[in-house]
């Protein structure tokens, strides 16, 4: 079982839907979460950064944290064809370097295609 | 603000040869990692350099070494190149070392070994 799970779609919907995309995690020590959006070919962008448990809104986005199902969400609302691309869950706990952590980890990302 | 920068943008080697990779962090960053990501996975750690040391390390080869500089920007090497290290290599930065905070990402170094 990978530490992150993410479906790797493509997940295709029309313009103006509302968007929710998933991660799924095993590891209980992960504190910090991070949604990032791609373009192909491109580097990743951060678009929510959250602490915890909860929510955090952001214009049209909505991150939510559910530590105690270790699932994490972003709601995209009034999507737009702009906001095709792939998103990319990541995630870390709390350690200060010493060896033995991991970076950021990464789910697959998932190909989200907005239909004009 | 120029953001991260990486250089080159693209790079095609053959087996057995070695490459090196550079990476300049967002203004007022100190904190360089470096990421591969191969194709339709998401990025895996290699490493994350602070006050020019190597500080954490991902499940990479010994062929993969990296290095700061005093002004911050970062280089990674890899020797020995193997079909399988094809990928886009991402340099992500930030401020002061701890692995929570914010991550900014460079557009990336795509590596082709033939």
Redesign the interface.
Known sequence: QKE?E?D?GPLSVPEGAIVSLNCTYSNSAF??F?W?RQYS??????LM?T?SSGNKEDGRFTAQVDKSSKYISLFIRDSQPSDSATY?C?M????????G?????????THLIIQP | DAGVTQSPTHLIKTRGQQVTLRCSPKSGHDTVSWYQQALGQGPQFIFQYYEEEERQRGNFPDRFSGHQFPNYSSELNVNALLLGDSALYLCASSAGGAMSDEQFFGPGTRLTVL
């Not at chain 1, 070919?41 to 951060?46: A, T």
């Not at chain 1, 870390?92 to 060896?99: T, V």
């Open positions: 992150v993410q790797p504190q910090y991070m990032y070919r491109k580097g990743p962008e951060l950064y602490y990319l990541a870390s706990a709390q350690e200060l370097g010493g060896g952590a991991d970076g950021l980890t990464f789910g697959k990302g």
